[in-house]
């Protein structure tokens, strides 16, 4: 263990693994020490049992785009945003690839056709609506749009088959992505511990951190046996998920007065069987329900887990008063209450009695309740063919200026003088990690950039970390940059 280094990162999750490689990678002389609390990366939020696998790029997420705008059309904006970000985490993965750093991508990612679906004339009027405005940006332009049901059943033959006659429309990327963000953070972290100057300690869980002169002083024990460190770095990034809010607590920091954490967790129907999985090879998103419509919409995904193909349907959510699913306790929401954030908790619970009365209904849902949700995504869906799992822990940030909202988005906490980061929220997360890694390392290192070695290391890993891909006149390389990464990922 590196008791004085530059960099320590807490959490061995998909994020601090992006950062660690690009900051290695970025500088090879930097020394950089990641803790995780438990025996092994990624089982936690970043683990494919715990989240839904889909690589954000903004293209089936209803969510992502408003209902609709005061003159009746579909704002794109924070598609575009987010797609742009994972055109980012793409290139990094895709040099990671060409450099040895991963292993076969088809380890971690797979191509999956993206859909977003919906039933009903006025859900279809707005996914035109939605598609007209996303196809006229060239992040989009190859999206496809049917309202022809026997087309959709090509697309998605689970989802039609034994329908009832009905208005239906969806909307189909081809090349899309299935993540395993566990795989990939493990392989990452893997690289990063045989680095010089570089360490991974698993089974170490941070406990304090607070500021000592002009670096920063973190406490940690070891699980097993009980044994205390003190470490010193200058630059913490604190990725713990759920356990980052104690974590920022300890820090005494003003800036963390009035934060709050709310924890939900998350259920999926899974099913093994093959002949099933041998017929939908997409992600099928619908419409959010507006009881809850920060939570995102259900989804029926195939995916690659433990080595095999399943399918997975939800996600449901449930009432949880741990931070974590593997590490937390049950006490975990009752200790993160200070007297600077109980006002924050009280006026949540106020302004989110919808939310909640949400998550009540949803934790005390039958399984004949759940497969009937399932049943609206795929008519003929029978129960013995779907068991219940429980998925990840989300910590919805909850901050004193915004008067109690609920937080879903991601989001990146920051001390006044930049020292420490932490990732807080949740959707689109780990899709857009890396771009997060690059906005956290333009506040560390700033001058990094300025120089012509670090300029043309950042450059290799992620061509376009300086383009503002965005723009139409940016558009020849964006293709190119997108087409290189997918080529490596083997997508294409």
Known sequence: MIEESDVLLIGGGIMSANLGAMLKRLDPTLKIQLLEGATQPAL??????????????GYCEI????????????????????????EHSKQFWSFAVAQGMLEDPRTFVRPVPHIAMVFGQQDVDFLRDRHKAMVSHHFFDSMTY??????????APLVMEGRSPCPVAATKMEIATEINFGCLAAQLIDWLGKQKECAVARGVRATSIRRDGHSWRIHARCRESGELHILRTKYVFVGAGGGSLPLLQSTGLSEVSG???????GQWLVSDKEHLADRHWTKVYGMTPPSAPSLGGPHLDIRWLDGKRKLMFGPFASWTTKFLKCTGSWRDLLTSIRLGNFSTLLRSGLHNQDMVRYLVTQALQSMDQRMSA???????????????????IRVQTIKKADRGAIY???????????TLTSLLGASPGASVSVDIALQIIRKWMPDTFKGESGYARMKEMIPTFDIDIKQPYHKEAFSMASEKANHYLQLS
Do not use: M
């Open 63 to 86: 969510s992502y785009t408003p209902k609709r705008e005061a003159d009746g059309t579909v704002n794109p904006s924070r598609a575009i945003a987010i797609c742009e970000q994972f």
């Open 408 to 418: 879903f988005g991601t989001e990146v906490f920051s001390s006044r003088d930049s």
């Open 146 to 155: 049917s309202e022809d049901p026997n087309e959709i059943g090509d697309w």
């Open 44 to 57: 936690e939020s970043s683990n494919g049992w715990n989240n839904a696998g889909t690589g954000h790029a």
């Open 259 to 265: 934060l709050a954490g709310f924890p939900i967790a």
């Open 374 to 392: 399932l049943r609206e995504f795929y008519p003929q869906a029978l129960a013995s063919d779907w068991r219940l799992v429980h998925a990840g």
